[in-house]
T-cell receptor, first 115, second 112 residues
């Protein structure tokens, strides 16, 4: 079975402070993991992806995530939040369970950045 | 750049109407997907298609059907729209065997 849990539906940070968006996953196979961002009234944009190479993955706009198999986690971080980071973020797991590439989205985390 | 285009950004339809949502991709991707996005529920897969004329049910197919007559186009059909189908609908495409999906801008459908 495949699932993904985003532990916080809303996160609020001050501009210039670190961002941590938490994601835990479950997969019976070797998963690929993604973070997507969705700005208001926009489509989804890929931030970064893990596909069994380096466990620390760097993405766009200064974001990074670390794949921790022992903790089944893929948390998204950024050292210093910008106002433009305010958006909704989705953690996604993908594996080949059942013979095809199944994809499951988390329920999303809305990031608010306070000036 | 991959471009996934959904024909409408906003639609308002009446209960009982037949509704067509169109999606076109320009990168010759084999796989295409339809999701609906609702607050607090994330994206849920309605249907997907591995290739032309192929379709598979996703997690919430009830009340929907799809059509894939050409590789670049994947249509979502609401046979008889209901108010509980008011939602944001997102189309995506992906190369066969790939891991990254590319998304359209979404169609916000309101059924009144």
């Amino acid at each position: 079975a495949q699932s993904v849990t985003q532990l916080d539906s809303h996160v609020s940070v001050s501009e210039g402070t670190p961002v941590l968006l938490r994601c835990n996953y479950s997969s019976s196979y070797s998963p690929s993991l993604f973070w997507y961002v969705q700005h208001p009234n926009k489509g989804l944009q890929l931030l970064l992806k893990y596909t069994s190479a380096a466990t620390l993955v760097k993405g766009i706009n200064g974001f990074e995530a670390e794949f921790k198999k022992s903790e089944t986690s893929f948390h998204l971080t950024k050292p210093s939040a910008h106002m433009s980071d305010a958006a909704e973020y989705f953690c996604v797991v993908s594996d080949r369970g059942g013979g095809y590439q199944k994809v499951t989205f988390g329920t999303g985390t809305k990031l608010q950045v306070i000036p | 750049d991959v471009k996934v285009t959904q024909s409408s950004r906003y639609l308002v339809k009446r209960t009982g109407e037949k509704v067509f949502l169109e999606c076109v991709q320009d990168m010759d991707h084999e796989n295409m997907f339809w999701y609906r996005q609702d607050p607090g529920l994330g994206l849920r897969l309605i249907y997907f298609s591995y290739d032309v004329k192929m379709k598979e049910k996703g997690d919430i197919p009830e009340g929907y059907s799809v059509s894939r007559e050409k590789k670049e186009r994947f249509s979502l059909i609401l046979e008889s729209a209901s108010t509980n189908q008011t939602s944001m609908y997102l189309c995506a495409s992906r190369i066969q065997g790939g891991t990254e999906a590319f998304f359209g801008q979404g169609t916000r459908l309101t059924v009144v």
